[in-house]
């Protein structure tokens, strides 16, 4: 599983590793019951000191994302997939809205905005969404890492 950490971000880095952990379960590449890496594993991984990825952990268990087996580790909840959809069309949803208001503000019309939306859903509709891609792989016993 790869992690894309932005130290420049205006979200602090354990919420980005907490989104990215969330959108990878959504997406089908994290699966409940599957055990997470260790906090020494992923921080190692990561190049992150180990209290931000435990701070990451202890986060998503709040959210009832996962959860610690005894003995054995971090495991992925079975109602994480739920949870994780809802919170990434959540994020989705807030990110274009924020560019919508970029452009609203930098006095592009209503047409334009449209358009530009138009397009760029007709380049996306000739390709197979990412988070299918990996489902697909994955049921086919195939990495999408």
Known sequence: MYFSIDVHSDTAIYLQLVRQIKFAIASGTLRPGQLLPSVRMLSQQVALN???VSRAFNQLQTDGVIEALRGRGMVVCEQAPKH???DREMVVNERIGAIMTEAWNAGLSRTQI???????????AQRTPTALQSSADS??????D
């Open 50 to 52: 180990p209290n931000t």
């Open 84 to 86: 994780c959809r809802k």
């Open 114 to 124: 449209e358009s530009y939306v138009q397009s760029h859903l007709d380049d996306l």
């Open 139 to 144: 049921t086919n016993g195939q990495s999408a």
